[in-house]
């Protein structure tokens, strides 16, 4: 057995892109509900378990070894689910040494386009970002509890190879609403991994907000990706005539630029520091429409 042996719950988009950053010889693993999804895991260096809410004899046994473990799971109405399966198993894990908790910046709600960090007073609106906040309390208290670091990343939205205006553009999904004032933050899947992978070699608990410098209108990014591949932006929409799912309007309600300070401060710097400089990477380097496609960060 490698000297690091992780653990990710909700082994998804993020959860690949942290594994395929990996630089060092950790043992992967990491649980998914459906076993067709496997093969993408192993692909991505993640040795795949199954994980709907109950226990398996095998995640235990993984537990037992592991001495990194990172929560990428979405709370329920019931609470967090590793929490209500595995809290007694993972209080007793032998090995553990760090804990990551992938959360949201939504917890903060709504601050009327103004900035906000780490000490902001989270105010959240959704039920989902309730839920998050409660979560995000339950993981600090366990590791209250055994005496263990337990970083909070409050990710903002998550886009990269198979995530972004450039596929949406290309498939005729596209759009460019209009809300006068409204910004959006977002976060390239390579830094969460980058942050991940510093806040884990540093053994660093806390709040971290990971999110880049340029909180920005939503309409200006499909804009920007439109110029790269010389297309035609499709036309703008008003937000009140615009046709939206009742989560999409949802996050219109929240408007509120989330500064980065405590990852900065904890010594990371961004990989793509705004859309700009990642879009020009992706369409530069043609790694933008393959969601599996190996990371850059990857080192050989």
Not at 157 to 184: D, H, S, W
Request: hydrophobic share 40%.
């Amino acid at each position: 057995m490698s000297e690091k042996q992780i653990l990710i719950f909700g082994a998804g988009y993020s959860g690949k892109a942290f594994a395929r950053a990996s630089t060092d010889a950790a043992t992967i693993l990491g649980t998914t509900r459906a076993a067709e999804k496997f093969e993408a895991l192993r692909q991505a260096g993640i040795q795949p378990l199954l994980f709907d809410g109950a226990l398996t004899l095998e995640i235990s046994d993984a537990l037992e070894k592991t001495t990194h473990l990172v929560i990428s799971v979405a709370p329920e109405e019931a609470g967090d689910p590793v929490l209500n399966a595995a809290r007694q198993a993972i209080a007793k894990m032998p090995a553990l040494e760090w804990i990551a908790y992938l959360s949201t910046v939504g917890v903060y709600g709504d601050h009327g386009g103004g900035w906000v960090d780490e000490t902001a007073e989270c105010r959240p609106l959704s039920k989902r970002s309730m839920l998050r906040v409660a979560a995000e309390q339950d993981w600090l208290k366990l590791g209250r509890d055994i005496g263990r670091p337990v970083a909070i990343l409050r990710l903002s939205g998550i886009y990269g190879p198979g995530r972004n205006a450039l596929v949406n553009l290309e498939n005729g999904t596209a759009r460019r609403l209009v809300k006068p004032g409204q910004v959006f933050n977002r976060i390239h899947c390579d830094d969460i991994a980058g942050a991940l992978w510093h806040l884990l070699k540093d053994i660093s608990g806390g709040i971290f907000n990971v999110t880049d410098d340029l909180p920005a209108p939503p309409q200006d990014v499909v804009t920007y990706a439109a110029g790269l591949m010389g297309a035609t932006p499709p036309p703008e929409i008003p937000f009140e005539t615009a046709q939206l799912s009742p989560m999409a309007r949802s996050f219109y309600g929240e408007n509120k630029r989330v500064a980065n300070t405590a990852i900065k401060a904890a010594g990371y710097r961004f990989r793509f520091p705004d859309y700009r400089s990642a879009f020009d990477h992706m369409w530069v380097s043609g790694n933008w429409r393959d969601g599996e496609a190996r990371s850059p960060m990857k080192r050989s």
